[in-house]
């Protein structure tokens, strides 16, 4: 066989299967999982906690996963570890089942600041077979009585260029959140927000470190927020759309990020995430 044919035979090969280090893509043999809203139980109880939020809004929240494995996997412990057996942990997720994920109050000190889960890998690669879904669900007012789903991202959708949000609605029945996280949690990492008219005109900025935010739990990604965009920048009055550009100013940070557009009379929330 020719060289030339040697390699485009190899090239095929590795395009049809995927490359493991795809998914760990900072090779500590862990694949992580960042819930962006994660509430925790109550204690001694099977009921999520319920936060207040504005304008009399009450929120909560819901995490399932599902354990595609012919073996028993424990639970998230510290640093939201998922346990393959033979490691000595609780088992909580009973093979080829669909199950609750009962988040513990000190892995989650704050729902808005999310929950990161970590998956050794193993030769079977096991997380391959795993599922993760959250919701959030406000209950004053019931207009999403089912939830709305969150974003789960594996560790392979964490950004390190660039990124935008685009075409965010703004009217005066609304508000708009932004979070910011960092799972790597790297001290000191910070990003700049640029607001940004539809038409390419810069609006306003303001740099955010989700670094400067970290829990002692590393269950936990550095975060940082503005919870109401339009009382940090009155000048989006004028505006119906813009964008938010998102971008990393500390070298070789990760991050994640979204924006809550909620009507402040229904609760009703939108979520807008990036497109990479």
Known sequence: MSVARSVALITALLLAFPILGSDDTNGDRFVEVLIPLAFAYQANALTPVVIEGAYGSRWTGEAWFHNGTDLDVGSPIHKGEICLFPTPCPVLYPKRTTTPIRLLPFIVSDPNRGALFSIPLDSANTF???TFSARVLELSRRSQPNGVEVPVVWEREYLSAPSRLIGIPRKAESRVALRVYDPRRTAGSSVR????????????????????????????????????????????????????????????????????????????????????
């Open 128 to 130: 391959r077979s795993f």
């Open 193 to 276: 927000i640029d607001l940004v008219a539809l038409d390419g005109s810069a609006i306003a900025s303001k740099v955010l470190m989700p670094g400067a935010n970290l829990t002692i739990d590393e269950g936990q990604p550095g975060y940082a927020a503005i919870n109401d965009l339009e009382v940090e920048f009155p000048q989006l009055a004028a505006y119906d759309r813009f964008d938010i550009l998102i971008t990393p100013l500390t070298a070789g940070m990760e991050f994640w990020a979204f924006a809550a557009v909620t009507d402040r009379d229904t609760q009703h929330v939108l979520f807008i995430t990036p497109d990479r």
